[in-house]
């Protein structure tokens, strides 16, 4: 099992950028499919982006789609969401997401990912 450390939330107006890193533990990175995943006060945890173990494939929620982007780097075993035209409907705790990758899965479910990391917070103000 691998360790997630989220950094980069904070407070932003409405229209502003942030970005998102998740740093991963050991030495298995190139096996994991890693997500993104954020949660409302209130409200469910719910599915924003998935990139493949490769990088070659990416994957957004409609809401996010054209303004978020999820990128990763093996040599930091790092993991980032660049997240651009905030709104306020966009602040939540934000979670990085891991699991294996097996050939051909879809993984969107909050059931779909074992590991977790802790949160970060972002905010937009309006």
């Known amino acids: 099992q691998v360790q997630l450390v989220e950094s980069g939330g904070g407070l932003v107006q409405a229209g502003g950028s942030l970005r998102l890193s998740c740093a991963v533990s050991g030495r298995t990175f190139s096996s994991y499919a890693m997500a993104w995943f954020r949660q409302a006060p209130g409200k469910e945890r719910e599915f924003v982006a998935r990139i493949s173990r490769s990088g070659g494939s990416t994957y957004y929620a409609d809401s996010v789609k054209g303004r978020f982007t999820i990128s990763r780097d093996p040599a930091q075993n790092t993991v980032y969401l660049q997240m651009n035209s905030l709104k306020p409907e966009d602040t939540a705790v934000y979670y990085c997401?891991?699991?294996?990758?097996?050939?051909?899965?879809?993984?969107?479910?909050?059931?779909?990912?074992?590991?977790w990391g802790q949160g970060t917070q972002v905010t937009v103000s309006s």
């Open positions: 997401a891991a699991r294996w990758e097996v050939p051909g899965g879809s993984y969107y479910s909050v059931a779909d990912f074992r590991s």
